[in-house]
């Protein structure tokens, strides 16, 4: 089962690779039941093949430049720096099509022009021609064209031209239906006994959900309550079993009966999955192959870190920053948590397709302890990448169907004494404010390409992330804001007014300017809030932030959520030590 694996695995990158860095896989679902096939985690569709297209070609001229080489030579030296299991792969690419690439970058033609010119940047018709660097001075359309004049003479090309997606190369299509299979039911890939969790970290495996510690017995699982005290075995997973030879008490009974254990779950979107492409991946002075070593990882989890998120991290961060979440905070309290955790959260996640998201939850009503769960969409409900945004927003009344049919939905999953914690939107005109006029990674060498010019981009492409937010248009950004508020209070209403007989529910803001505020004391600026490449999600800085914020108004306003304080502690680590770890 290993080597099928990691020959999906490895697959699963190629078919990475040849979307190139598709750094719109934010961009919202549309709303409704239903996610999109394959759910955004590689975008099959134009507007991202374009914006990979756009980023890559960006990065070979810049090695080129910044390493004073030949393109050619810096199509070999990214390549290099791709791990060596794909390494080959590569540089097939980079022999079919380098030289074609490398002609019209020897002929100071830019990244928009190159793209438009292999046909992966398209005009629809009656729209402009969507671009991310200034025009060069004879026109875009007439650069193009000239361009497509030197295309025309290219026999290699034309094969590959044709394909109107990566998903249309036949030896591709049965792979692209498998990933699709996996990333739209949101389930551990490799989950032998069928109970939704994994012994493997991606692929939706334990970097979402806690550790499986026996992937052979359906009953065994992170967060139910102890069979027969797990006097013979670990039934939980929380690393506490057997008896105490002291007084043949079992260990979980003595440490853990009227512990008030309880899980953790997110659902969520791309914030609380932890969105996150990694800077170094576009900035060619930091570029290197330690750059790329974490490039399998990120694809398999489709470029989410949700392993280092606000909610469900566990591990050390890696990509900046530190890690601090309510799961760790809860496993501090009462080390009978652990493992415990569960991030249902996918890029583009609102509230009309978390009704489809919420069925991968693993709660069972008897057996299972109870659960906190963060109910999370703060932006996609009002983010969409439509040129009529306003029109494709949810309204008010959606928002109170979808919120309700899901808290029924989890009435009728979630143990007794489970809780719910309602988070509103967020105020998203902090992002233009804090970086329009900043120059984005893949701008730092020339100092050719700001945050501005990213989103108009994305934008003209119709596949932005938030059209409402990141525009100039400052009416569009109010008006946004102001739907966002208008949902959060239906948000607030429900916590007020509705009652369900397995959890109780709260409700609270969404803590962006309490985490500036925290942020500035600590000597920050705003802007390193934000993740820098897609310029839209919450930094690494920023989730750790408002973990404490979140801990310390369900500390001080709702005590009973967090449970107590398990008196126990010292002695399970004592005997367990990292209970068998994450």
């Given at each position: 089962?290993?080597?099928?694996?990691?020959?999906?695995?490895?697959?699963?990158?190629?078919?990475?690779?040849?979307?190139?860095?598709?750094?719109?896989?934010?961009?919202?679902?549309?709303?409704?039941?239903?996610?999109?096939?394959?759910?955004?985690?590689?975008?099959?569709?134009?507007?991202?093949?374009?914006?990979?297209?756009?980023?890559?070609?960006?990065?070979?001229?810049?090695?080129?430049?910044?390493?004073?080489?030949?393109?050619?030579?810096?199509?070999?030296?990214?390549?290099?720096?791709?791990?060596?299991?794909?390494?080959?792969?590569?540089?097939?690419?980079?022999?079919?099509?380098?030289?074609?690439?490398?002609?019209?970058?020897?002929?100071?033609?830019?990244?928009?022009?190159?793209?438009?010119?292999?046909?992966?940047?398209?005009?629809?018709?009656?729209?402009?021609?969507?671009?991310?660097?200034?025009?060069?001075?004879?026109?875009?359309?007439?650069?193009?064209?000239?361009?497509?004049?030197?295309?025309?003479?290219?026999?290699?090309?034309?094969?590959?031209?044709?394909?109107?997606?990566?998903?249309?190369?036949?030896?591709?299509?049965?792979?692209?239906?498998?990933?699709?299979?996996?990333?739209?039911?949101?389930?551990?890939?490799?989950?032998?006994?069928?109970?939704?969790?994994?012994?493997?970290?991606?692929?939706?495996?334990?970097?979402?959900?806690?550790?499986?510690?026996?992937?052979?017995?359906?009953?065994?699982?992170?967060?139910?309550?102890?069979?027969?005290?797990?006097?013979?075995?670990?039934?939980?997973?929380?690393?506490?079993?057997?008896?105490?030879?002291?007084?043949?008490?079992?260990?979980?009974?003595?440490?853990?009966?009227?512990?008030?254990?309880?899980?953790?779950?997110?659902?969520?979107?791309?914030?609380?999955?932890?969105?996150?492409?990694p800077p170094e991946w576009m900035t060619v002075t930091q570029m290197s192959a330690k750059s790329f070593a974490n490039l399998p990882m990120a694809f398999s989890d489709e470029f989410?870190?949700?392993?280092?998120?606000?909610?469900?991290?566990?591990?050390?961060?890696?990509?900046?920053?530190?890690?601090?979440?309510?799961y760790l905070r809860l496993r501090k309290r009462n080390r009978c948590n652990h493992r415990d955790l569960q991030n249902i959260s996918q890029n583009g996640g609102s509230s009309g397709?978390?009704?489809?998201?919420?069925?991968?939850?693993?709660?069972?009503?008897?057996?299972?302890?109870?659960?906190?769960?963060?109910y999370a969409t703060i932006g996609n409900d009002v983010c969409n990448g439509e040129r009529d945004t306003l029109a494709h927003m949810t309204t008010p009344k959606e928002m109170l169907?979808?919120?309700?049919?899901?808290?029924?939905?989890?009435?009728?999953?979630?143990?007794?004494?489970?809780?719910?914690?309602?988070?509103?939107?967020?105020?998203?005109?902090?992002?233009?404010?804090?970086?329009?006029?900043?120059?984005?990674?893949?701008?730092?060498?020339?100092?050719?390409?700001?945050?501005?010019?990213?989103?108009?981009?994305?934008?003209?492409?119709?596949?932005?992330?938030?059209?409402?937010?990141?525009?100039?248009?400052?009416?569009?950004?109010?008006?946004?804001?102001?739907?966002?508020?208008?949902?959060?209070?239906?948000?607030?209403?429900?916590?007020?007014?509705?009652?369900?007989?397995?959890?109780?529910?709260?409700?609270?803001?969404?803590?962006?300017?309490?985490?500036?505020?925290?942020?500035?004391?600590?000597?920050?600026?705003?802007?390193?809030?934000?993740?820098?490449?897609?310029?839209?999600?919450?930094?690494?800085?920023?989730?750790?932030?408002?973990?404490?914020?979140?801990?310390?108004?369900?500390?001080?306003?709702?005590?009973?959520?967090?449970?107590?304080?398990?008196?126990?502690?010292?002695?399970?680590?004592?005997?367990?030590?990292?209970?068998?770890?994450?």
């Amino acid at each position: 089962m290993k080597e099928s694996r990691q020959t999906f695995l490895n697959l699963f990158c190629i078919l990475g690779l040849l979307l190139l860095l598709k750094t719109a896989s934010c961009s919202p679902l549309p709303r409704g039941k239903d996610p999109r096939a394959p759910s955004l985690p590689f975008g099959l569709y134009k507007g991202h093949t374009c914006v990979g297209c756009v980023l890559v070609v960006s990065v070979i001229e810049q090695l080129a430049q910044w390493h004073n080489s030949t393109v050619k030579a810096a199509v070999e030296r990214l390549c290099d720096y791709i791990p060596e299991k794909l390494q080959g792969f590569c540089y097939v690419l980079a022999e079919l099509y380098g030289p074609h690439i490398a002609e019209l970058i020897d002929k100071e033609m830019n990244a928009d022009v190159v793209c438009h010119s292999l046909r992966l940047c398209k005009q629809d018709p009656g729209q402009p021609l969507c671009h991310l660097y200034s025009p060069p001075k004879v026109g875009l359309s007439v650069a193009i064209r000239k361009a497509k004049r030197i295309m025309k003479t290219s026999k290699d090309l034309k094969s590959f031209m044709g394909f109107s997606s990566v998903c249309a190369f036949p030896l591709l299509a049965n792979l692209c239906e498998k990933i699709k299979f996996v990333l739209r039911n949101k389930l551990p890939f490799e989950d032998f006994d069928g109970d939704k969790f994994s012994t493997f970290p991606t692929l939706r495996g334990y970097h979402w959900r806690g550790r499986d510690c026996n992937d052979k017995n359906t009953t065994v699982y992170p967060g139910r309550r102890p069979d027969n005290w797990d006097a013979k075995s670990d039934s939980n997973c929380n690393g506490i079993w057997g008896v105490d030879p002291k007084d043949g008490i079992p260990y979980e009974e003595k440490f853990c009966k009227g512990a008030d254990s309880r899980g953790v779950v997110l659902l969520g979107d791309s914030a609380g999955a932890h969105f996150h492409i990694p800077p170094e991946w576009m900035t060619v002075t930091q570029m290197s192959a330690k750059s790329f070593a974490n490039l399998p990882m990120a694809f398999s989890d489709e470029f989410d870190w949700p392993q280092f998120s606000e909610i469900t991290g566990f591990l050390n961060s890696t990509i900046g920053g530190w890690t601090d979440s309510l799961y760790l905070r809860l496993r501090k309290r009462n080390r009978c948590n652990h493992r415990d955790l569960q991030n249902i959260s996918q890029n583009g996640g609102s509230s009309g397709n978390l009704l489809s998201l919420i069925k991968s939850l693993a709660r069972n009503q008897l057996l299972d302890n109870p659960a906190i769960v963060i109910y999370a969409t703060i932006g996609n409900d009002v983010c969409n990448g439509e040129r009529d945004t306003l029109a494709h927003m949810t309204t008010p009344k959606e928002m109170l169907s979808n919120v309700v049919q899901a808290l029924r939905y989890l009435d009728s999953h979630l143990p007794n004494g489970s809780h719910v914690i309602l988070t509103g939107l967020v105020d998203g005109r902090f992002l233009w404010d804090n970086l329009h006029d900043r120059y984005h990674p893949l701008g730092q060498l020339n100092k050719d390409v700001t945050y501005s010019q990213v989103y108009s981009f994305l934008d003209c492409l119709q596949v932005s992330p938030c059209s409402g937010w990141l525009t100039p248009n400052e009416t569009l950004r109010n008006l946004t804001s102001e739907r966002a508020l208008q949902l959060s209070n239906v948000l607030k209403e429900i916590a007020r007014s509705e009652k369900f007989a397995n959890f109780d529910i709260f409700y609270m803001d969404f803590p962006l300017r309490q985490t500036a505020e925290e942020w500035r004391k600590m000597g920050g600026e705003p802007w390193q809030l934000i993740e820098p490449v897609d310029g839209f999600h919450p930094s690494q800085i920023a989730a750790a932030l408002g973990t404490g914020i979140t801990w310390q108004k369900a500390l001080h306003e709702w005590p009973q959520v967090l449970g107590k304080e398990n008196p126990f502690n010292d002695q399970i680590e004592a005997i367990f030590k990292d209970q068998g770890g994450h």
